[in-house]
């Protein structure tokens, strides 16, 4: 696996749009050996074109050459192909049983993640969040690794603190909800009608959250506990504009997946 020529045929496969940047087939050194997928946020401000962003990952900084991935992911949560061969986006670090670079695959995610508290850092778009988890889970498929050989750079980067991406992304969430997507059958609870309580009240608060922070024409519901045809409805909508409609198990049910991903988008955080 000298080189990842693979790449965007496994992501187009999963369902997930694909832009391959020209010369990306021979872009980077030979000599990949993936084990882990790195998960990174580009620290470039979001009033910066994708055009100049693309840019960078492609050609580097005058302090690092490029590549500086292999893939970047847009905040329309597009995969836009930069490199099959190694690239410039580790550093020093491990995780499991990987600690050089060629044992990576680096995702840069179009972020400005600066680490500062919500307003000043950028909030993630749910397109974005799905687009994430769903592009590791088929890459990490093809690898044969599980949900547990997803690394954030922060977990990576050696001395410790030395590097924050992704920002504002809870890894331990994120891998559940990877290991959701590779093993839908360890689900295992499904909320859905006729459940009550009060635990059903404050997933009704995060659908309206998710519903009001994606500008989904649906109107908020009730918060009464009661897992009815409203919350079916709500939770359906929701699904459909958050593209996971045709992933869940059951449309208009609160899966492992879809619970992971709300609390994930309404975290203040975030």
């Known amino acids: ?88 986006h580790a550093g020093a670090g491990a995780w499991m049983d990987a600690n050089e670079s060629v044992e990576t695959i680096g995702i840069e995610a179009y972020n400005y993640g600066n680490g500062a508290p919500f307003p000043t850092r950028e909030p993630w778009p749910q397109i974005q969040l799905d687009a994430y988890d769903r592009g590791v889970a088929a890459l990490l498929s093809h690898l044969g690794r599980d949900y547990q050989h997803l690394c954030a750079h922060r977990e990576w980067a050696t001395p410790a603190g030395r590097k924050p991406d992704p920002s504002g992304i809870d890894l331990p969430l994120m891998r559940n909800r990877i290991r959701s997507l590779m093993s839908p059958e360890e689900d295992t609870m499904i909320l859905r009608s006729p459940a009550k309580g009060d635990h059903i009240k404050l997933w009704q608060t995060a659908i309206n959250a998710a519903l009001k922070r994606n500008g989904i024409n649906y109107p908020q519901i009730g918060v009464d506990g009661v897992y009815g045809e409203g919350t079916k409805a709500a939770v359906t909508a929701y699904q459909t504009a958050a593209g996971i409609g045709g992933m869940v198990p059951e449309l208009g049910a609160l899966d492992d997946y879809t619970r992971d991903l709300l609390v994930e988008f309404t975290r203040a955080d975030v």
């Open 1 to 88: 696996m000298a080189r990842l020529l693979w790449l965007a045929d496994v992501l187009r496969a999963a369902g997930l749009v694909v832009v391959e940047h020209p010369g990306w087939k021979t872009r980077g050194k030979e000599g990949m050996r993936p084990r882990v997928i790195l998960a990174h946020h580009t620290a470039t401000h979001w009033t910066t074109p994708d055009s100049v962003v693309t840019n960078l990952l492609v050609n580097g900084r005058t302090d690092l050459p490029g590549p500086l991935c292999h893939l970047g992911l847009d905040r329309l949560g597009r995969y836009i192909v930069i490199a099959s061969g190694k690239a410039n």
